[in-house]
T-cell receptor
Framework: AQSVTQLDSQVPVFEEAPVELRCNYS??????LFWYVQYPNQGLQLLLK??????LVKGINGFEAEFNKSQTSFHLRKPSVHISDTAEYFC??????????FGDGTTLTVKP | GAGVSQSPRYKVAKRGQDVALRCDPI?????LFWYQQALGQGPEFLTY????????KSGLPSDRFFAERPEGSVSTLKIQRTQQEDSAVYLC?????????????FGPGTRLTVL
């Protein structure tokens, strides 16, 4: 079985500041890792994914994440956030079975 | 269509009523997933179809929940004798073939409120 822990339920940050949203996972097998963003009353949108290869993954909207196998982490980062980045962010893992296990989400609030 | 669509977007049911939630996946996508997202939590897997075959229903919380995809495209999630704990957003996602892992595309969800 696999599990995902998002270490911060809420992250407030000022506009143009850097941000890191933390995600740790546990799994007995190799995993695929994902970050999704969810805006109010909308479905989840994929930000980025790690399947294999380079551990630094770049996604949409200027986000990136680094896969750290030894620390079983997949933290999401952005060097300078905008008001429009305010949303709920979900980390997810999959073991090639197709179904994903999600964390409970991190609410990112960007303040002017 | 351009993306995954779900209907209705909102559903209010009295306890004990049956409900049916519809998902229209992206045309040509063979895989279809249903998730349940309770308030303040991440989505939790319910069931998975590859074409018309239901390959995994391990996440369905009780035998009151039933899903079908008879022609390998549109899917319906049915909940019988709804209970208050069924209140949640039900998300549908679709993807192409599983080889090399394909991205799941999510619909906007159906928010079910059971009174």
């Amino acid at each position: 079985a696999q599990s995902v822990t998002q270490l911060d339920s809420q992250v407030p940050v000022f506009e143009e500041a850097p941000v890191e949203l933390r995600c740790n996972y546990s799994s007995s097998v190799s995993v695929y890792l994902f970050w999704y963003v969810q805006y109010p009353n909308q479905g989840l949108q994929l930000l980025l994914k790690y399947l294999s290869g380079s551990t630094l993954v770049k996604g949409i909207n200027g986000f990136e994440a680094e896969f750290n196998k030894s620390q079983t982490s997949f933290h999401l980062r952005k060097p300078s956030v905008h008001i429009s980045d305010t949303a709920e962010y979900f980390c997810a893992v999959d073991t090639n079975a197709g179904k994903s296990t999600f964390g409970d989400g991190t609410t990112l609030t960007v303040k002017p | 269509g351009a993306g995954v669509s779900q209907s209705p977007r909102y559903k209010v049911a009295k306890r004990g009523q049956d409900v049916a939630l519809r998902c229209d996946p992206i045309s040509g996508h063979v895989s279809l997933f249903w998730y349940q997202q309770a308030l303040g939590q991440g989505p939790e897997f319910l069931t998975y179809f590859q074409n018309e075959a239901q390959l995994d229903k391990s996440g369905l919380p009780s035998d009151r929940f039933f899903a079908e995809r008879p022609e390998g495209s549109v899917s319906t999630l049915k909940i019988q004798r709804t209970q208050q704990e069924d209140s949640a957003v039900y998300l549908c996602a679709s993807s192409g073939a599983l080889a090399n892992y394909n991205e799941q595309f999510f619909g906007p969800g159906t928010r079910l409120t059971v009174l």
